[in-house]
Structures are given as structure tokens and as C-alpha cells.
T-cell receptor, first 112, second 117 residues
């Protein structure tokens, strides 16, 4: 299983773009990259998923370089409500989430 | 309901007691997962159901933990002879498997906070 490494915490200010990078050096050919967000006292919430290059949705963008050994979650113009823990997960499709491991995640603190 | 529902939201029990935690997944979701989350840690996988059967229970820490999903919908996580180390938030999630060829998005409940005194 591909292990992921993320920064423990990050600080930002409202209106800034935040980029959280996840390292997954031993990602397998058929692994996908998924990011979740978790607010205090809530379960994690799916943000975005991708395999290569760039994926964008209404919440975030996910950048994956050609070697796929890392990925970057980009949050445009963050607000106070984006303060949360962000988890990067790597794993193969069709295998179920039993093979996915949530690490400690990145605690993002957005200040006014 | 529209989302994953977990009850109770909070449970305080004494060491050695038996506890049941209930999860009501999103209607139509065939896959159901239980995770455990300790303070400052990410969710830790416990067990995964596909329909009524436990497809993977490799995350259950020991035989005091057991989960069922008899009709392929509601699931109950059962903990016997609780220990202080079992204190955590127990999260349930459900998903539509194989949608679009990928593992489906997980939808989590708000969790059941278990405190063992």
C-alpha cells in the first residue's frame, strides 16, 4: 500500500490560495489519489479524486505530476470555514476503502 | 434520511460493559464501513461490508469487537467488555461501489463518541 506524507499543519489567511502537498513515492500504477476534508466533530468529506495531470471541481484543484510521486491539493481563496484537517489517500480502485489509510492529515488554520 | 445517521452521538460507559453503536447508511448504498478515530489521529479502518457480508474485517482490533449488517442496510458495531483504550469516535461511512469504475466516494456520519470510564 502506498504510504503518504503530508505536512502536519499549515497556516493561511482569508483570500489566499493554499496548496497542500502529499508525497506518495511508492504509488502503484493503478492507484488513485483522493483527498478528504474533516471539520471538528464531523466525519471526513470527499473533496476530489484524480489519477494524473489536473482535476478541478467547484471546491478545489488537484495537481498530479507525470511521475505521480506527489500530488497537490489547491484551495483557491480560502475562507475561515476552510479551517479543517485535510487527508490525502492513495489506493487502487475496485478494492474498497479497506485498503485506504487515513494518515494524520494536514491541519489547515485560516486566520482573518 | 439524506445522510449517514449514527446513534448514539455520545455514549459513556464503564469498563467491562457491553456497547452497541448503530449506523444507518444512505439508502441504496451497498458498501458500509466502520472506522475508529482517536484524538489527533486520522480514521482507522475497522471493517467493511458489501451487502450483508463482511468483506474485510482485518481492522477489528480483537475479538471483543464485532459488527453485523443482517439486511444489508443498518449496521451495528458491538463491543464487549469495553476497555478504557476503546474510547474514541466511531465513524460509519457508506458508498456506492464501483461507480464509474472507481471506488465510490465515501459518505461519513458524524460519529458516535464512546467514552469508557
Amino acid at each position: 500500500l502506498a504510504k503518504t506524507t503530508q505536512p502536519i499543519s499549515m497556516d493561511s489567511y482569508e483570500g489566499q490560495e493554499v496548496n497542500i502537498t502529499c508525497s506518495h513515492n511508492n504509488i502503484a500504477t493503478n492507484d488513485y489519489i483522493t483527498w478528504y476534508q474533516q471539520f471538528p466533530s464531523q466525519g471526513p468529506r470527499f473533496i476530489i479524486q484524480g489519477y494524473k495531470t489536473k482535476v478541478t471541481n467547484e471546491v478545489a484543484s488537484l495537481f498530479i505530476p507525470a511521475d505521480r510521486k506527489s500530488s497537490t491539493l489547491s484551495l483557491p481563496r480560502v475562507s475561515l470555514s476552510d479551517t479543517a484537517v485535510y487527508y490525502c489517500l492513495v489506493g487502487p480502485p475496485f478494492s474498497g476503502y479497506s485498503t485506504l489509510t487515513f494518515g494524520k492529515g494536514t491541519m489547515l488554520l485560516v486566520s482573518p | 434520511g439524506a445522510g449517514v445517521s449514527q446513534t448514539p452521538s455520545n455514549k459513556v460507559t464503564e469498563k467491562g460493559k457491553y456497547v452497541e453503536l448503530r449506523c444507518d447508511p444512505i439508502s441504496g448504498h451497498t458498501a458500509l464501513y466502520w472506522y475508529r478515530q482517536s484524538l489527533g489521529q486520522g480514521p482507522e479502518f475497522l471493517i467493511y461490508f458489501q451487502g450483508t457480508g463482511a468483506a474485510d474485517d482485518s481492522g477489528l482490533p480483537n475479538d471483543r469487537f464485532f459488527a453485523v449488517r443482517p439486511e444489508g442496510s443498518v449496521s451495528t458495531l458491538k463491543i464487549q467488555r469495553t476497555e478504557r483504550g476503546d474510547s474514541a469516535v466511531y465513524l460509519c461511512a457508506s458508498s456506492l461501489m464501483g461507480l464509474g469504475g472507481l471506488f465510490g466516494e465515501l459518505f461519513f456520519g458524524e460519529g458516535s463518541r464512546l467514552t469508557v470510564l
